[in-house]
C-alpha cells in the first residue's frame, strides 16, 4: 500500500493470511452494507433530511469489521464520532442507526443523539463520543470493571491519529498500562485529523511507539485487508483475555471522502485519494472471493442485492418513523 514513508518507521508485513469462503463472506457483508448505509446517509444528508454533523468511515470499513469479528458478544466496543459501522459491526441493525442520523424517535438513542452518539446496551457498544480521545480513559475504566469482576471479557477502543495528541489518550493508556487491563487501543490512523496531516501534528508518527514507554504490547499493520485485521486483532484479544495485557494497535488506513459533510478535502491531491481508493477494503474482499475462495459472481450478487435491500429498507423506516420531538424536554430553560 502507498503509505508516505514518513509514517512508516517500522516495516510492515505485507504477507497475506489465506481465508475461507465461510470467514470472508460474511465480513464482505458487513463491509458493503456498511459502505452503502454510509453512502445512504450522505445522500439523505445533501437532501437536508439529515441535520448535524456526519462523519463517514468509507475507505476504512476492514478496520471496524475485522477488529470487532475478533471480539465474543459479550465483549464491548468503545468508539469515536466516526462510529456508524463500528456499531453495525458489533450487531446494531441499520434501521436504528439510520433512524438515529435521521432525529427519528425510532433511533437507536431515540433520535436524540444523531449521527455522533450511537450507543447500545444489548450489544455492548458503548458509543459514539465527539470529544477527540476523550473516550480512551472511558475505555480504561470499562476494562477495569472487567478485570475487578473478572468478567473476562475484553474492551476495544477505537480513535483516530489525531487523539494520538491528546492528554485522555496519554493518561488512558498509561492506567490500562499500570493496571493490566484487558483492553485494545486501536489507532485507526487515516493520516489525517481533520485538515492536519499527521507530520504537523506528531513528531513521529508511528503511534504505535507510544506503547514503549508502558511496557505494553504493540502491532501495526494495513488496515485494507479485513482478513488480516480480523487475526491481528484477535492475538491483541486474546491476550487481554486470557492476560489482562493491554495492547496499543496502530491501523493504517485512509478515508475516502471529507472529514465530514461539509469538508471538501481539498488539502489531499486527487492523486493520493485515487492511489489509496486503489487499495478500497470492499473492493479487495470482493476480489479475494472471487481469485481466493472460488465463490462463483452470481453468489456474491446475491450477497450485493440483499444489502441493496437491506439499506433501502433501512431508509423507508427512517423516513416513515415519528420525528423525535422531545429535544427540548431536556433543555433547562432558564
Ligand atoms: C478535544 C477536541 N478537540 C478538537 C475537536 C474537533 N475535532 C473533531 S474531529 C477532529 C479530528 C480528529 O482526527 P482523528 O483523531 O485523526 O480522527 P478522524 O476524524 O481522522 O477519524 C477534531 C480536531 C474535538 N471534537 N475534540
Ligand atoms: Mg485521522
Not at 458489533?90 to 437507536?108: C, D, H, Q, S
Not at 452518539?117 to 473516550?135: A, S
Not at 437491506?310 to 427540548?328: G, H
Request: hydrophobic share 40%; glycine share 8%; aromatic share 8%.
Amino acid at each position: 500500500m502507498s503509505t508516505p514513508d514518513s509514517v512508516r518507521i517500522d516495516p510492515i508485513d505485507e504477507t497475506p493470511i489465506p481465508t475461507t469462503k465461510e470467514e470472508l463472506l460474511p465480513l464482505y457483508r458487513q463491509m458493503l452494507a456498511i459502505r452503502r448505509l454510509e453512502e445512504a446517509s450522505a445522500k439523505a444528508y445533501s437532501q437536508g433530511k439529515i441535520g448535524g454533523f456526519l462523519h463517514l468511515v468509507i475507505g476504512q470499513e476492514a478496520v471496524c469489521v475485522g477488529s470487532v469479528a475478533a471480539l465474543a458478544p459479550e465483549d464491548y466496543v468503545v468508539a469515536t464520532y466516526r462510529e456508524h459501522g463500528h456499531a453495525y459491526a458489533k450487531g446494531v441493525a441499520a434501521r436504528p442507526i439510520m433512524a438515529e442520523m435521521y432525529g427519528k424517535k425510532t433511533g437507536l438513542v431515540k433520535g436524540l443523539g444523531g449521527s455522533m452518539h450511537l450507543f447500545d446496551k444489548p450489544t455492548h457498544f458503548l458509543g459514539g463520543y465527539g470529544i477527540v480521545g476523550g473516550h480512551v480513559p472511558i475505555a480504561a475504566g470499562v476494562a477495569f470493571k472487567c478485570k475487578y469482576k473478572d468478567e473476562r471479557r475484553v474492551t476495544l477502543c477505537f480513535f483516530g491519529d489525531g487523539a494520538a495528541t491528546i492528554g485522555g489518550f496519554a493518561e488512558g493508556i498509561a492506567l490500562a498500562a499500570l493496571w493490566k487491563l484487558p483492553v485494545v487501543f486501536i489507532c485507526e490512523n487515516n493520516l489525517y485529523s481533520m485538515g492536519t496531516p499527521l507530520y504537523r501534528s506528531l513528531a513521529v508518527s508511528d503511534v504505535s511507539l507510544r506503547a514503549i514507554p508502558h511496557g505494553m504490547a504493540r502491532d501495526r499493520l494495513d488496515g485494507d485487508d479485513v482478513i488480516k485485521v480480523k487475526h491481528r486483532i484477535s492475538e491483541a484479544v486474546q491476550r487481554a483475555r486470557e492476560t489482562n495485557e493491554p495492547t496499543l494497535v496502530e491501523i493504517l488506513t485512509y478515508r475516502f471522502r471529507g472529514h465530514s459533510m461539509s469538508d471538501p478535502g481539498l488539502y489531499r491531491t486527487k492523486e493520493e485519494v485515487a492511489e489509496w481508493r486503489k487499495h478500497d477494503p470492499v473492493s479487495r474482499a470482493r476480489a479475494r472471493l472471487l481469485d481466493e475462495c472460488k465463490v462463483p459472481e452470481d453468489e456474491i450478487k446475491v450477497v450485493d442485492a440483499e444489502v441493496k435491500e437491506e439499506i433501502a429498507d433501512a431508509v423507508r423506516f427512517s423516513e416513515e418513523s415519528p420525528t423525535a420531538d422531545e429535544y427540548f424536554r431536556y433543555v433547562i430553560k432558564e
